[in-house]
């Protein structure tokens, strides 16, 4: 009579819980060279991606892509003046921007795809599980803030501006380079502001923060929401007061999603009687 006894490797068990957790990381060992290619090819794909979006979008829509941008301000310009340019390669240096803009944004979803495929192997079920969403709503939220700033603000900050030019000896003619900059500055800084909720989320998922911390600190919050304003936009009250009033909104959205999902105070047991 044998006096073998199964191991737990044959009964399908784990032999100790350092096997489970490396079973749990679905990574393999890889040396840092090979990292450093792997990272290297990531990041041709996503170059290559954005080179052929780049190329389609120049190719196809860039007269399109310029009409569409600029026409919140275009219907604000009309009739007190004219887009210019006062070097020879300021148009097509905009449209070789605006290009490249909206090629990297197009490729978005191929760019988070190859992050993802590298960080993936070295993640835990459950934190594969969170990524995917994380990616989704962060596109999806950085896309609503640069919509909000294009159907609402935008707009608005155009008439402001183009007010200054209704008497008969000014004229407004914005150039390409600085419309450029300023739109695109604030479509980011826009994009980047509605990022908040999801930020907070993750903070809370990690018992960073808390609603108490977020209610307690408000007044705080309320100066740097200022400051940032400030800082993101140019140097007039219109702008920094359109993009200021969204920040505090999505704070109290923020402190909302902190109570719903953050840490909560454990009740304490009743004294024994």
Excluded at 115 to 125: I, M, N, Q, S
Excluded at 195 to 212: D, H, R, T, W
Aim: net charge neutral.
């Amino acid at each position: 009579m044998s006096d073998k006894t199964p191991t737990p490797e044959a009964r399908g068990e784990n032999s100790s819980p350092e096997t489970a957790s490396k079973d749990e990381n679905l990574g393999g060992q890889m040396t840092f060279i090979e990292h450093l290619e792997e990272l290297r090819r990531r990041i041709v794909v996503s170059l290559l991606t954005i080179g052929v979006c780049f190329a389609v979008v120049y190719g196809l829509l860039s007269e399109e892509m310029v009409e569409f941008m600029l026409k919140p301000l275009r219907e604000s310009v009309e009739g007190l003046g004219k887009f210019q340019y006062t070097v020879p390669y300021e148009k097509f240096m905009f449209e070789l921007k605006l290009s490249a803009v909206v090629a990297i944004f197009i490729s978005l979803p191929m760019i988070f795809y190859q992050f993802w495929a590298f960080v993936a192997p070295g993640l835990y079920r459950k934190e594969r599980r969170l990524v995917g969403p994380l990616i989704f709503f962060s596109t999806l939220f950085f896309a609503g803030g640069a919509a909000f700033f294009y159907i609402i603000v935008f707009p608005v900050i155009s008439d402001f501006f183009a007010k200054f030019a209704e008497v008969d000896w000014i004229e407004f003619n914005p150039k390409f380079s600085d419309t450029f900059t300023f739109v695109v500055a604030l479509m980011f800084a826009f994009g980047l502001v509605f990022e908040m909720p999801l930020v907070v989320f993750v903070l809370a998922k990690l018992n960073i923060v808390s609603a108490g911390f977020l209610n307690k600190n408000r007044k705080y919050a309320l100066v740097v929401i200022v400051l940032l304003a400030a800082f993101f936009t140019p140097p007039d009250v219109v702008s920094q007061a359109m993009l200021a009033g969204p920040m505090w909104v999505l704070y109290e959205l923020s402190v909302l999603i902190a109570w719903l999902f953050g840490p909560r105070r454990k009740k304490e047991a009743p004294a024994d009687g």
